[in-house]
């Protein structure tokens, strides 16, 4: 039985997207491609919601499936290089002093700033799913001075897994997916807890390997 909370919850999405859809129809792809692009290096945007908004419309034949993906890959992944590009090049004192136009603090920096330098690439991959990091995840990697090489090739992998994501799940679901919103938004979350369980069996089988084949000195 559904009470008044459960209809709010899964109207939400529907209302957002309702909003956005206009300006989906106007001006196509170019609007997906803006607002995820913006949304990844820090400004306010609806980005996710943009692509999810978009796969919907794609089964109406306004926009094809195909092109819509990698219009919002090469969108996320300028977008993060971009962000990357500021944190590099800028330093963390340009980064505070436009933080508060970012939602940025400087204990939420220091903190995102350890979390880099202790698991690095992973993080890349999975902050894709994760709001705030998918917004700053490029910033604080040209902070930390990542390699770029390492930071394109790993956000390019987590940028295609966001977007294959997303983009094929609401496609499938087609109008029916503004029902199940708040089932597929969970889904993140089980994909994240798998990633981060990969990523623990590797650094225990890279640790097992390190102690059985010690280094000669």
């Not at 999975?126 to 956000?155: C, D, H, P, T």
């Not at 087609?174 to 089932?183: D, F, H, I, M, T």
Request: aromatic fraction near 12%; charge should be positive.
């Amino acid at each position: 039985m559904n009470g008044p909370y459960t209809r709010k919850r899964s109207s939400t999405l529907t209302q957002l997207i309702h909003t956005i859809q206009p300006y989906l129809h106007q001006y196509g792809y170019l609007a997906v491609f803006a607002a995820i692009f913006l949304e990844d290096f820090g400004v306010p945007m609806p980005g996710e919601t943009m692509l999810i908004a978009a796969s919907l419309l794609a089964p109406t034949g306004a926009l094809n499936i195909y092109l819509l993906i990698a219009v919002a890959w090469a969108a996320a992944v300028l977008g993060d290089n971009t962000g990357y590009a500021i944190g590099r090049f800028g330093g963390r004192r340009l980064v505070l002093s436009i933080g508060k136009y970012l939602f940025l603090t400087p204990k939420r920096l220091a903190y995102a700033e350890r979390f880099f330098e202790r698991r690095g690439a992973a993080v890349v991959i999975i902050a894709r799913f994760i709001e705030v990091l998918r917004q700053l995840n490029g910033i604080i990697a040209g902070i930390v001075e990542m390699s770029w090489l390492k930071f394109l090739l790993y956000n390019a992998i987590g940028a295609g897994l966001w977007v294959g994501t997303w983009s094929t799940l609401f496609y499938l679901l087609g109008r029916k997916a503004e029902q199940y919103g708040s089932l597929l938004k969970k889904l993140q979350y089980v994909l994240l807890g798998a990633l981060g369980l990969a990523l623990i069996v590797w650094l225990v089988v890279r640790l097992c390997r390190r102690r059985s084949h010690p280094v000669e000195t």
